[in-house]
């Protein structure tokens, strides 16, 4: 029987899930893929959402945009640039939803004093993200934890145990997922890592502004990271399906290369021999 990356057994359907080289659509709300022509056509600063459902984000003061360790991604100098999004949203995320993020560190910085890597809000100034809806926010500056709802019976800092910042810049597929009154989960490359125990959904209706790299008032906590995607769900997606989706996004920056010991798989690049 084959096994998945935590050692359980999988079923025949989990396995060709799993195998597949498609993104999941099931409750897709949002896609933003860098290395996609429709989504970023490598100019301008529009960054196309690929789910049809149009939630569109603006590029914020320039990004830079490139190919690093293989991947095409923006990269945000935790200044004054990011992306965002206005207007409200119809898809239900704060009663179940999935966030996943093709992230990176940069030259192995830290990401910003609780900088936000993804954000919600209601189209305010105020600094109630965390507090009243969602945020991912790096407060130990390392990696970014799931803040939902929190001065409301939510939760507050559910992080990963992995660090994402990385001596390598390696990229990690960084996944949170919940279901309002049950728990939530941050899974990094396919792999579970955390949970927590959340309260009542965050009231989507009240969503005006979401923002990349910035929080959600658009006046603080900037965040020095390299992003190549993003997705988000109004379901929370399975773990079988949180598997596909790194599965998907890996082939980008996984490689087998050379390096005097015989072909290896490296998810950065080491500079040796591509086997």
Known sequence: MPFDVGGNILDNIETGLINSTSIVRRGMMLYLDAQN?????????IWYDLSGNGYNFTLVNSP?????????????????????RAGGISHNVGAAGTVMVMMSSIGNGNFGGCSRLVSFNDGSSLNNDFSTYFTLASCDESRHGLWYR???????????????????????????????????????????????????AFDFNAVQRMTIAMNSNLTIENAYVRVAAVVI??????????????????TRFEKYYNCGYGC????????????
């Open 37 to 45: 022509g429709n989504s970023y056509p490598g100019s301008g600063n």
């Open 64 to 84: 830079v945009y490139g190919v690093y360790n293989r991947a095409t991604a923006f990269q945000f100098s935790g200044s004054n640039d990011y992306a965002t």
């Open 150 to 200: 929190s001065s409301f019976g939510g939760i507050g800092g559910l992080y990963p145990t992995t660090s994402i910042r990385d001596a390598n810049d390696a990229y990690r597929i960084v996944s949170y997922k919940w279901t309002q009154n049950s728990n939530a989960f941050v899974h990094v490359n396919g792999v579970q890592e955390a949970s927590g125990g959340i309260g009542s």
């Open 233 to 250: 769900y109004d379901v929370e997606l399975t773990n079988t399906e949180i598997l596909q989706n790194y599965q998907f996004f890996r």
């Open 264 to 275: 290896q798989l490296y998810n950065y690049d080491p500079g040796c021999t591509v086997c």
